[in-house]
């Protein structure tokens, strides 16, 4: 699409040393899911955005088109492809995730007296428990692990994850002003 300047050379040249794929190259489309960039006037369009791959994951790629209505502020437009991967299993050894427990109750006094004498029972229990000639540094280790995990799952609990928004509603509404103006330009003939 378009004619080929002298980057446009040296991209192909820089893609086939390293042994790249332009993925726009591959999939036939109409223009206008080629064109990448239009003028101001909306008069030229060209194709000189690309996504280039490695020639080994070339059966990945299922797809690559340009997005007109995707609004990035800009005069080009964004440009997806579809992949289709497979990936290695990743096998464990069994561990769960990392469990948080909720230290914010802590400041509470109630909260904190109560952790403090639960505690203090667990690590009373381990002592009075008879000694075993045969017990290890890892043995030792963990019951007290095991103590202080019980202890603070039943009396703190696990911290819960709140997402804060990250957008506001004034930038929202304004996001939604522009989308509108940018269907208007899209679907305006010119």
Same mark, same amino acid.
């Given at each position: 699409? #378009?004619?080929?300047?002298?980057?446009?050379?040296?991209? +192909?040249? @820089?893609?086939?040393?390293? !042994? *790249?794929?332009?993925?726009?190259?591959?999939?036939?489309?109409?223009?206008?899911?080629?064109?990448?960039?239009?003028?101001?006037?909306?008069?030229?369009?060209?194709?000189?955005?690309?996504?280039?791959?490695?020639?080994?994951?070339?059966?990945t790629m299922?797809?690559?088109?340009?997005?007109?209505?995707?609004?990035?502020?800009?005069?080009?437009?964004?440009?997806?492809?579809?992949?289709?991967?497979?990936?290695?299993?990743n096998w464990?050894? #069994?561990q769960t995730?990392?469990?948080?427990?909720?230290? +914010?109750? @802590?400041?509470?006094?109630? !909260? *904190?007296?109560?952790?403090?004498?639960?505690?203090?029972?667990?690590?009373?229990?381990?002592?009075?428990?008879?000694?075993?000639?045969?017990?290890?540094?890892?043995?030792?280790?963990?019951?007290?692990?095991?103590?202080?995990?019980?202890?603070?799952?039943?009396?703190?609990?696990?911290?819960?994850?709140?997402?804060?928004?990250?957008?506001?509603?004034?930038?929202?509404?304004?996001?939604?002003?522009?989308?509108?103006?940018?269907?208007?330009?899209?679907?305006?003939?010119?």
């Amino acid at each position: 699409m #378009g004619e080929r300047n002298e980057n446009g050379e040296r991209f +192909a040249n @820089l893609c086939a040393f390293n !042994k *790249l794929v332009i993925g726009g190259t591959i999939f036939p489309h109409k223009r206008i899911y080629k064109a990448t960039w239009i003028s101001p006037e909306h008069t030229t369009e060209n194709e000189i955005d690309h996504i280039c791959i490695n020639k080994k994951f070339l059966r990945t790629m299922k797809d690559l088109w340009s997005r007109r209505e995707a609004d990035i502020a800009s005069d080009h437009h964004l440009v997806v492809m579809n992949l289709k991967l497979k990936l290695k299993k990743n096998w464990t050894n #069994g561990q769960t995730s990392l469990r948080t427990f909720n230290t +914010a109750f @802590l400041r509470d006094t109630d !909260k *904190l007296n109560k952790f403090k004498i639960a505690l203090k029972n667990r690590f009373q229990a381990l002592q009075d428990l008879p000694k075993e000639e045969e017990t290890t540094m890892e043995d030792n280790w963990k019951s007290i692990k095991e103590a202080l995990t019980s202890t603070c799952q039943k009396v703190l609990g696990l911290k819960k994850h709140y997402h804060k928004e990250w957008i506001s509603i004034v930038t929202v509404n304004r996001i939604k002003e522009r989308k509108n103006k940018k269907t208007a330009i899209n679907n305006s003939r010119t």
